[in-house]
């Protein structure tokens, strides 16, 4: 079979060979089935390897601010996306700071704080830091559920 390309074609104008095989008189058989998206194991970006460390249940209590000590401001990325500003003295201490979140997450819910940048979990054994000591002044801490 001889066929000529249309004008707009790349090879307008040239001769090509044209090879058609009749497969008419074939049963159907259906292509392999393709690999479907997101059907494998997820990978998180979480830290599992270590156990998650809450510290047992917190006692939800707002942190009074003294006016007169030095004040800073910490940024919370609450487990909901809603962000809060605290504005924290820098003798705050890690405990009261997970006390005042407790205040904002649902009654009785397990959570654990981090810093953002770089990625920190906040464990109870840093409990008895000031929010100076560990670094936090001016910073973003996030409050996910465990």
Same mark, same amino acid.
């Given at each position: 079979m001889r066929a000529r390309l249309v004008r707009h074609a790349p090879h307008a104008g040239a001769d090509i060979d044209v090879h058609c095989i009749d497969k008419s008189t074939e049963a159907y058989t259906p292509p392999p089935p393709t690999v479907t998206p997101f059907a494998g194991a997820? !990978?998180?970006? =979480?830290?599992?390897?270590?156990?998650?460390?809450? &510290? &047992?249940? /917190? +006692?939800?209590?707002?942190?009074? /601010?003294?006016?007169?000590?030095?004040?800073?401001?910490?940024? *919370?990325? *609450?487990?909901? &996306?809603? =962000? =809060? /500003? *605290?504005?924290?003295? !820098?003798?705050?201490?890690? &405990?009261?700071? =997970?006390?005042?979140?407790? +205040? *904002?997450?649902?009654?009785g819910a397990r959570f654990e704080l981090s810093t953002q940048f770089p990625r920190t979990k906040l464990s109870s054994a840093d409990d008895a830091k000031t929010v100076a000591d560990a670094g936090l002044l001016n910073n973003t801490i996030a409050a996910s559920l465990v």
């Open positions: 997820g !990978h998180t970006m =979480r830290d599992d390897s270590a156990p998650a460390d809450t &510290g &047992g249940p /917190v +006692t939800p209590q707002e942190a009074v /601010v003294d006016e007169s000590a030095p004040t800073t401001s910490v940024q *919370l990325r *609450l487990h909901d &996306g809603s =962000r =809060r /500003v *605290l504005k924290l003295n !820098h003798t705050h201490t890690i &405990g009261q700071l =997970r006390s005042h979140v407790a +205040t *904002l997450m649902p009654p």
